[in-house]
């Protein structure tokens, strides 16, 4: 077995290389419920981290993976930037329910990347787009215990279609993240 | 694979010696969770994603840019020596002089008009690629008194499958600067560190031309899960 390439970090001009037009703009090959999932990253001092990369992957709204559309580019699939406020945004389509092989039952939930100045590796994690009594049965809920109210996003009550969601990379109320 | 080769790979997320991880490494512990579902696929980026320009970062401007023209090729493959076909590899650097074209970037080097510093393919059908570039040059930062980043080239992957992602620097061989860098010394197996070390392949550039640079890139397996899971 080879050895892998180490991961290393991002660093501060990722911007140059890794700009999509309209990479937070999630297309899928058929259609479904619009969803905003935004929010703000936060580091240990809880200071906003305005350079870091976002990638969202999740299934498509049939529950499926995401093939190939119309767009000249991948499905399923974003990537942003957070802004100077430390906020990232994406929009795209309300993510089908999955069953895994072994049965489980995953509620709709988007899989996410964040890169950054400091990150030697890619954090891995996922948010749940679901009330917090809907996630129990879910893997990655039962293995987060206490800490999965960090990985549920909030439905904005004024405005339905969007999902508030902010991530502490350190310290109180630490966002649960994913080994890899 | 066991639990030892998965922490010496990749660099830790609380590395003092790099300063900028210190407020921004976790400190709870990581989860350990079966994938899901769509973990084992990831995006698929259509041809038409990439312009056959984009392998070309000196075609850019209305001239050549300054530097020392290097052709960069590699091939992409999976731990098991599959080749990592049709993916997206996304590079970025600074110009020879050591400068991004960036805002941010503050160094005091010149900028190249004829120089952005972007490029993107897509691997063939042996998982191979290649860009044309020039070398980077070393820049000085603030992370430590006499810090100097050794020249080095950023590459972002996909592979074919979500837990394929990465993103990594390329290094060069023989630079002393490397022995000084917490990034590079971040990755503690040294054997894995020389996985990110390119090596010269003359025959890969052109005669009289373009020095030539071989960097070959493995990926985790496409179905590869935390130990125990």
């Known amino acids: 077995m080879a050895i892998r390439t180490p991961s290393q970090t991002i660093g501060p001009f990722f911007h140059v290389g890794l700009k999509w037009e309209e990479g937070d703009k999630v297309t899928f090959a058929s259609g479904g419920d619009r969803v905003i999932l935004t929010g703000r990253i936060f580091d240990g001092a809880g200071s906003v981290v305005s350079d870091a990369l976002v990638e969202t992957w999740q299934a498509g709204p049939d529950g499926k993976v995401p093939g190939v559309g119309a767009e000249p580019r991948a499905c399923g699939y974003s990537r942003v930037f957070t802004d100077s406020d430390g906020r990232y945004s994406v929009d795209t389509l309300m993510p089908g329910p999955c069953a895994g092989p072994g049965g489980e039952k995953y509620p709709p939930q988007i899989h996410v990347l964040i890169f950054a100045r400091g990150l030697l590796k890619a954090l891995r994690t996922r948010v749940f787009l679901a009330a917090p009594g809907n996630v129990s049965g879910d893997p990655l809920a039962r293995a987060a215990g206490s800490r999965v109210s960090t990985l549920i996003a909030a439905r904005d009550p004024g405005q339905p279609a969007t999902w508030h969601w902010d991530v502490r990379l350190q310290g109180k109320d630490e966002t649960a993240f994913i080994e890899h | ?229």
């Open chain 2, 1 to 229: 694979m066991s639990a030892t080769d998965l922490a010496d790979v990749d660099p830790p997320y609380d590395y003092p010696a790099y300063k900028s991880t210190a407020l921004r490494a976790p400190k709870q512990v990581m989860l350990r969770v079966v994938p899901h579902p769509v973990e084992f696929f990831g995006p698929v980026f259509p041809d038409r994603f990439v312009k056959s320009a984009e392998a070309d970062l000196t075609a850019w401007g209305k001239s050549a840019p300054l530097g020392e023209k290097m052709i960069l090729v590699g091939r992409v493959t999976d731990e098991d020596g599959t080749p990592v076909r049709n993916s997206l590899v996304e590079l970025w650097q600074c110009n020879a002089s050591g400068r991004y074209a960036h805002p941010v970037d503050q160094h005091d080097a010149p900028l190249d008009p004829n120089f952005l510093g972007q490029g993107k393919v897509l691997t063939g059908e042996a998982g191979e690629y290649r860009f044309v570039t020039v070398k980077p040059g070393a820049y000085p930062w603030r992370n430590h008194p006499w810090a100097w980043r050794p020249a080095h080239i950023h590459l972002s992957l996909f592979g074919n499958a979500y837990a394929q992602r990465l993103v990594t620097q390329l290094f060069f061989p023989g630079d002393p600067l490397l022995d000084i860098d917490p990034v590079f010394n971040s990755v503690p197996d040294p054997q894995a560190r020389q996985r990110m070390v390119c090596t010269l392949d003359l025959e890969s550039g052109v005669e009289e031309v373009a020095l030539g640079y071989r960097f070959d890139i493995v990926l985790r397996g496409a179905k590869s899960t935390p130990m125990g899971l």
